[in-house]
C-alpha cells in the first residue's frame, strides 16, 4: 500500500518510507518523452510577426535613450551595447524563422499538386488553368507542326493554326501527298 500512496502524493524517492522508494521506483517507469508537433507556417509567420514588431520597438526605444541620454550629456556606451546586443539576438530569431518558414512552405508546396507558376492543380489536368503550362515532363499532345503542347481534344493547334495531329503522325505525309492547309492558307 506504500508504494500506491507513494505514487499518489508524489513525494520525492528520499522523502519515501525506507523500502517502499525501492519498490516505487520500478512500478513507476519515467514517463516517455512527448514528441512535439512541428510548428505550423501560421504560427511561424506570427511569431516572426511579433519578433519584427518588438525589433522595431527597441530600435525606437534605443534611439530615443541615446537621444535623451545625449540631451542630459550622460552617455553610457555599455548600456547601448547591451540593447543593441538585444535587438541583434531578435534579428538573428527572425533569420532563424525565415528558414524554418522557408522550408515549411517548399515542403507545404512540394506535398501540394502545383505548377511552376504557383497555382494549385486539379486532380487529373493535363494544363495549368493559370498560366497554360502543360502537367509533367512530357506534354499530353504537341502538334506536329510547330511542337506547341496541345490539349488531348484539341482539334487545332493555338499556336500555329493547323489541324491537331500527333507528332508522328505527321511524317506520313509522302511526297505526291500535300499537307494539310487550313483555307486560304496555300
Same mark, same amino acid.
Given at each position: /500500500?506504500?508504494?500506491?500512496? !507513494? ?25 516517455? %518523452? ?6 505550423? %507556417? ?18 525606437? !526605444?534605443?534611439?530615443?535613450? &541615446? ?9 553610457? %556606451? ?25 522550408? &515549411?512552405?517548399?515542403?507545404? /508546396?512540394? =506535398?501540394?499538386?502545383?505548377? $511552376? #507558376?504557383?497555382?494549385? &492543380?486539379?486532380?487529373?489536368?493535363? *494544363?495549368?488553368?493559370? #498560366? ?10 504537341? #502538334? ?8 488531348? =481534344?484539341?482539334? *487545332?493547334?493555338?499556336? #500555329?493554326?493547323? +489541324? $491537331? =495531329? +500527333? ?7 509522302? +511526297? !505526291? ?10
Amino acid at each position: /500500500m506504500a508504494p500506491l500512496r !507513494d505514487r499518489l502524493t508524489r513525494r520525492a524517492p528520499a522523502q519515501a518510507e525506507p523500502g517502499a522508494g525501492e519498490a516505487s521506483q520500478e512500478a513507476a517507469p519515467p514517463p516517455p %518523452p512527448q514528441q512535439q508537433r512541428p510548428p505550423t %507556417p501560421g504560427q511561424v509567420r506570427r511569431e516572426r510577426r511579433a519578433l519584427v514588431r518588438a525589433r522595431e520597438d527597441r530600435i525606437r !526605444d534605443l534611439g530615443g535613450l &541615446l537621444l535623451e541620454a545625449y540631451k542630459r550629456d550622460r552617455l553610457k %556606451p555599455e548600456l547601448y551595447f547591451e540593447q543593441a546586443a538585444e535587438i541583434v539576438s531578435i534579428e538573428e530569431r527572425i533569420q532563424e524563422l525565415d528558414g524554418a518558414l522557408a522550408s &515549411l512552405t517548399r515542403r507545404t /508546396m512540394a =506535398e501540394a499538386n502545383r505548377c $511552376a #507558376c504557383g497555382a494549385p &492543380l486539379v486532380w487529373g489536368a493535363h *494544363f495549368c488553368a493559370n #498560366c497554360g503550362r502543360p502537367v509533367g515532363e512530357a506534354a499530353v499532345v504537341a #502538334c506536329a507542326h510547330c511542337g506547341n503542347p496541345l490539349p488531348a =481534344e484539341a482539334t *487545332f493547334c493555338s499556336n #500555329c493554326g493547323r +489541324p $491537331a =495531329e +500527333p507528332a508522328e503522325a505527321g511524317y506520313q505525309t509522302g +511526297p !505526291d501527298e500535300q499537307a494539310p492547309t487550313i483555307a486560304g492558307q496555300g
